[in-house]
C-alpha cells in the first residue's frame, strides 16, 4: 500500500537542529512536489517548505528562511526537512504531504490549491527548554 512514513520528531531545546524523514513506500517520489506542513496547537496547518522532487528546488515560507532545509535523497526515496536554530514557535505537528506532479515556484504559499495525494502520520516537535 503506497504510504509516507515520518521519523524526527521530539523535544529539543531553543538554538539546537532536528531532521525530519519522510520516506515514501510502495511508489517512487519521482514527478511528484513534497510540502512540509505543520500544524500549531489551535492553529490551521501551514505550509514550510517544499521541494520538487525531479529539480530538487525548493521554497520556504519567510518565517523559517535560513533556518530550515528540505532535500531529497533519490536512492532512499526519501525528503528530509533539516531544522537549525529551532524556536519554541516551531513547535507544532509536522506532516509531508505530496503532490503528483511538479508545482512552479514557491508552493508553500498555495498549497491550500493543489490536492496532496499522500500524507504521512505526523511527527510531534516540541522546541522547548
Known amino acids: 500500500q503506497p504510504q509516507l512514513v515520518e521519523s524526527g520528531g521530539g523535544l529539543v531545546q531553543p538554538g539546537e537542529s532536528l531532521r525530519l524523514s519522510c520516506g515514501a513506500s510502495?511508489?517512487?517520489?519521482?514527478?511528484?512536489?513534497i510540502a512540509w506542513i505543520r500544524q500549531r496547537l489551535g492553529e490551521e496547518r501551514e505550509a514550510v517548505a517544499c521541494?520538487?522532487?525531479?529539480?530538487?528546488?525548493?521554497g520556504y515560507v519567510d518565517s523559517v528562511k535560513g533556518r530550515f532545509t528540505a532535500s531529497r535523497d533519490i536512492t532512499a526515496n526519501t525528503v528530509y526537512l533539516y531544522m537549525h536554530n529551532v524556536k519554541p514557535e516551531d513547535t507544532a505537528v509536522y506532516y509531508c504531504?505530496?503532490?503528483?506532479?511538479?508545482?512552479?515556484?514557491?508552493?508553500?504559499?498555495?498549497?491550500?490549491?493543489?490536492?496532496?495525494?499522500?500524507w504521512g502520520q505526523g511527527t510531534q516537535v516540541t522546541v522547548s527548554s
Open positions: 504531504a505530496a503532490y503528483g506532479g511538479p508545482i512552479k515556484g514557491n508552493c508553500t504559499a498555495s498549497f491550500r490549491g493543489w490536492r496532496w495525494g499522500y
Open positions: 521541494v520538487e522532487w525531479r529539480t530538487s528546488s525548493a
Open positions: 510502495g511508489f517512487s517520489l519521482e514527478y511528484y512536489t
